[in-house]
């Protein structure tokens, strides 16, 4: 159990959230929308605390939040019409997924795996100082476990967050009170992947592709055939180690949870592209953490 401090909004708070987020923790911070639960999102295992805090049931592609355009074109590959929508609606509740830039620093774990990361410039004040407090993109889905209400004041975030996380930051009620928009401009027309606060012109896109939160789909599996609970390896196979249970490379030679979900997308790629026909992953435990690493091994493992 972790002691979870509320801190009013000030410059004294915000520095407070800043040593911990550079210290790899997750911070409650309020944005115009919801409160967001924000890590550095560079730091894999940072990132795998929000999902460890959260109960999070999967690895979806986490919002990437930036204080400017310029940082957000330092992560993500911006054409015309997302430029314009950029300057047209940031800063605020609008999240653009755009192609990942090459070389961005991006923890794969944000992206879970995939090409491409939405970006969101907020408009709220104590995200934008944190932000700039920190010197880093910042990871970070609604401040509440899994499956509950999104929280619009810090006493929603310490209903199912408190004990898990080390601070919350309290300013008060969000002025929206609803999730961004989210739209795909990952090339050709635009794409509403989420309705929110923001109207624009763009086509509803309910397919199979998960691009973004709120979509249900299966996201990145490798290309190769993958065999799950394997004790060892065949010889076609790149083996992907847990625990006890060694291989090419492993998720966490001590068994360790967070460090397992930080490098469970790294590995899927480098198994991917290894010249080994298949690939093997070892057995791990469904507790915690270990759910949501079940489940996206599963959704990988599934035939196509």
Do not use: C
């Not at 090339?187 to 086509?203: F, K, T, Y």
């Not at 791990?284 to 196509?304: F, T, W, Y």
């Amino acid at each position: 159990m972790t002691l979870t401090r509320t801190l009013h909004f000030n410059d004294e708070s915000i520095a407070e959230a800043a040593r911990l987020i550079v210290d790899g923790e997750p911070v409650a911070v309020p944005t115009e929308t919801v409160y967001g639960l924000a890590a550095d999102a560079t730091n894999a295992e940072a990132v795998a605390r929000i999902y460890e805090a959260k109960g999070r049931p999967r690895f979806n592609p986490l919002i990437v939040h930036v204080p400017d355009i310029a940082a957000a074109e330092a992560i993500g590959v911006f054409e015309h019409q997302a430029r314009s929508l950029a300057e047209t609606h940031w800063p605020g509740p609008l999240t653009l997924v755009v192609p990942l830039r090459e070389g961005s620093g991006i923890a794969s774990i944000v992206t879970a795996g995939l090409p491409s990361i939405g970006l969101r410039v907020p408009s709220h004040p104590a995200m934008q100082a944190l932000l700039r407090a920190t010197g880093r993109p910042l990871a970070a889905p609604s401040a509440n476990a899994s499956g509950s209400i999104s929280p619009t004041r810090a006493e929603h975030v310490l209903k199912t967050l408190g004990g898990r996380i080390p601070l919350v930051i309290d300013a008060g009620v969000t002025e929206r009170g609803l999730e961004s928009t989210i739209v795909g401009a990952t090339g050709g027309r635009l794409r509403l992947l989420r309705p929110g606060p923001i109207e624009v012109d763009a086509a509803f896109d309910g397919g199979s592709a998960i691009e973004a939160p709120g979509q249900l789909a299966s996201h990145y599996a490798p290309s190769k055939p993958l065999r799950l609970n394997a004790a060892a390896a065949d010889g076609d196979e790149f083996m992907i180690g847990f625990g006890e249970i060694g291989g090419d490379e492993s998720l966490s030679r001590t068994g360790e949870l967070v460090e397992a979900a930080a490098r469970l997308f790294d590995l899927l790629h480098q198994a991917d592209a290894s010249p080994k026909a298949r690939i093997a992953v070892a057995p791990v435990a469904s507790k915690g953490l270990g759910a949501a690493i079940n489940d996206r091994l599963r959704r990988a493992a599934h035939p196509r």
